[in-house]
């Protein structure tokens, strides 16, 4: 996610209006997840992170959930399939054969039980097939 698209997030989010990513002690991190939200837990600062990081990291870091289950901080992980005509190169039958699996009933079984042995939540939510 961009600087602009956090920043947009954030005020719809709830962030002070004065928030903006030029503000002073702003930080851009431009990093992995878990550096990212150490940052803000050393500081008492917030960040926005989604549910399979803050699941993994809450034991090691010291920060709070303030806002969760808003649709405006849907996350929404997609697959797609490219035209092989326009993209000569691209493994076009094992695009198909992978798109098929992740839909199929095998695929979002294993999908909606992900983490819930760990964290006792699943860490991504299906959306309902068409």
Known sequence: MTTLARTKRNRRCGAPPAFSP???GTWKPGRAWPPRCAWPAKRQAY???DRATYLSLQQTLRLRLLFAGDPVLRNPYSV?????ARHPRVNAAGARAF???LLGEEA????ARYGVERFGQPLFVLDPLP
């Open 80 to 84: 797609m399939l490219v035209n092989p």
């Open 22 to 24: 030029q503000a002073p």
């Open 99 to 101: 798109h098929a699996w």
């Open 47 to 49: 960040t926005l992170s």
């Open 108 to 111: 979002r079984a294993l999908i």
